[in-house]
């Protein structure tokens, strides 16, 4: 019988664990920006909603802090492809960095998932790791292809849009963690 389990320090997850884990990631990173997009339709805001909460980040971290960094990575490059198919979002001139941003997002988590640190901080690095790659890729993108309408302006103004997003990861993920390591105690 062959081994299918991949030993990752607080628990061996099975590979079908860690790909139903993956498409419980992907199909919430492509349905909770739809629910923020009706909400700013709805009030008038348009995607502006989407943009201060980042739903499509939370879902993906999350993911890879629980099953690793290859469940992590998978999630963050093939959601926002699956979103741009089924809803047209994000653009198609934004897609590419956001399958870029989301996958280090997931990679970085799961790489952090043993590491024995605050899961703020987790998230912390899991952010900043993504959004400097994003910055780095539209950097290339603008200044070396030459062939983006992207202005590298964005990276600066998606981190203050965002912030809202980012306090709202930084708050739900850590008790999403504590609940799902501490569930089975209580």
């Known amino acids: 019988m062959i081994n299918t389990s991949i030993s990752l320090g607080k628990a061996r997850l099975s590979v079908k664990t860690q790909t139903l884990a993956a498409l419980a990631a992907i199909v919430a990173?492509?349905?909770?920006?739809?629910?923020?997009?009706?909400?700013?339709?709805?009030?008038?805001?348009?995607?502006?909603l989407g943009e201060a909460f980042l739903p499509m980040h939370l879902p993906?971290?999350?993911?890879g802090l629980l099953a690793g960094a290859y469940?992590?990575?998978?999630?963050?490059?093939?959601?926002?492809?699956?979103?741009?198919?089924?809803t047209g979002m994000p653009s198609a001139a934004m897609l590419p960095f956001m399958m870029v941003e989301l996958c280090i997002y997931g990679l970085i988590a799961g790489l952090l998932r043993n590491?024995?640190?605050n899961t703020l901080l987790k998230v912390l690095?899991?952010?900043?790791a993504g959004r400097f790659v994003r910055a780095a890729v539209i950097i290339f993108a603008v200044y070396v292809l030459k062939n983006t309408p992207i202005n590298p302006a964005m990276i600066f103004t998606s981190v203050y849009k965002?912030?809202?997003?980012?306090a709202l990861q930084w708050a739900l993920i850590p008790l999403i963690i504590y609940r799902v390591e501490n569930g089975n105690e209580n």
């Open 60 to 63: 993906i971290i999350l993911v």
């Open 162 to 166: 965002g912030i809202f997003g980012l």
């Open 71 to 86: 469940a992590g990575a998978a999630a963050g490059l093939v959601s926002p492809l699956i979103s741009f198919a089924l």
């Open 125 to 128: 690095i899991s952010q900043l």
């Open 29 to 48: 990173a492509v349905a909770l920006p739809q629910v923020f997009h009706v909400m700013g339709a709805a009030s008038g805001l348009g995607t502006a």
């Open 115 to 117: 590491v024995k640190m």
